[in-house]
């Protein structure tokens, strides 16, 4: 039997972060990484979120992750594991930080690098953050929809790719391990409304039980980092009435800074119950081949659990790819042939 070729499973986000340690400083993944359309590029919320994994694999108890950029600079292959070279820089009494280096095959080089940062619970002195009522915010969209009423998110969310699920349904749609994802249809809240001011939510939750927070709060904090770049760079595309007419996608360089502690970050609530988070996402600017995405992660409670800032390359014109062209033109012909 050939081994599979990509992560394209249901499957628990312990499973989906855990590593093997091949020596004091280096680590590998075990799980094989999210394909978008099936295909042999990985989806880089992946390596984000396990470089910070195996980066708090080196820390003492108690540091909690609260800063972490990436810069992407290879294309990930869904079929090979990747290796996590951690570097420390610095281990002071509040705060330390890490720097991972990625790769997949030696030769070819860095595929992707993070610093992360690291710090001990402080008390609350202060504690300000904007106030927003996701239902009432979003109530032309959202009604009175739970999040397991709300169809998953498609795994490329692009015309073409909505085109195959609506032909196929959503049983054809590729299986995102790790997190249940449900992307809420906002038209009625953005179809009168300018690029900049149109909003995308996704609800989000682990599948499987996580570890509870107060033992490891940095897998709870890596399954909002693996929700964080879902599907982010389509925002620009479909916001600016682009559709399938681009020709390159993907991420440059990618940050989220945690405004909260171990607490929460806690996907389950004190009476043990599973909690849906909340990805609140817009974007800023769309200029020379580049687009700029921004989000806030919301818990249940209307907690501002983190915000993120995303530069990614969104080169207009032109097909991905033949093969993308291919799958685009059966979907549309299926579409049409029900016509």
């Not at 990625?102 to 904007?130: A, P, W």
């Not at 692009?158 to 299986?175: F, R, T």
């Not at 693996?226 to 479909?238: E, G, K, P, Q, V």
């Not at 607490?263 to 849906?276: A, I, M, S």
Request: hydrophobic residues 35%.
């Amino acid at each position: 039997m050939p081994p599979p070729e990509n992560g394209n499973v249901y499957s628990d986000f312990t499973e989906l972060m855990r590593l093997e340690k091949l020596n004091d400083d280096t680590y590998q993944s075990k799980h094989l990484a999210f394909a978008p359309a099936g295909g042999s590029t990985t989806y880089g919320g992946h390596v984000f979120s396990q470089s910070v994994w195996a980066a708090a694999q080196t820390v003492k108890p108690g540091m909690v992750i609260h800063n972490v950029t990436g810069a992407f600079t290879l294309a990930g292959q869904a079929s090979l594991p990747f290796k996590y070279h951690v570097r420390k820089i610095r281990d002071g009494n509040r705060f330390c930080v890490r720097t991972v280096e990625v790769v997949q095959e030696e030769e070819k080089g860095i595929c992707f690098t993070s610093t992360c940062s690291f710090k001990l619970e402080e008390q609350n002195l202060i504690d300000h953050q904007d106030n927003l009522d996701i239902r009432e915010q979003y109530n032309v969209a959202l009604g009175d929809k739970t999040p397991e009423e709300i169809p998953e998110a498609p795994g490329v969310d692009s015309p073409w790719y909505w085109l195959h699920l609506q032909d196929h349904g959503y049983e054809a749609n590729d299986k995102l391990p790790g997190l249940r994802v449900r992307k809420v249809d906002m038209r009625p809240y953005n179809d009168s409304r300018k690029p900049l001011e149109k909003r995308q939510l996704y609800f989000y939750t682990p599948i499987g039980n996580l570890p509870p927070v107060t033992e490891q709060p940095n897998i709870h904090a890596c399954a909002h980092l693996y929700a964080s770049d879902r599907n982010s760079l389509f925002i620009i595309t479909n916001f600016t009435g682009v559709g399938d007419d681009y020709a390159q996608m993907g991420s440059l360089m990618h940050s989220v800074v945690f405004h909260v502690g171990m607490e929460g970050l806690d996907f389950y609530t004190k009476d043990g119950k599973p909690r849906w988070c909340t990805q609140e996402s817009w974007m800023t600017r769309a200029r020379q081949g580049r687009g700029m995405h921004n989000s806030r992660l919301w818990n249940d409670e209307g907690l501002h659990v983190a915000t993120t800032w995303q530069d990614g390359l969104v080169r207009i014109g032109g097909v991905m790819s033949k093969k993308l062209d291919e799958r685009k033109e059966k979907a549309r012909a299926r579409a049409s042939e029900r016509l």
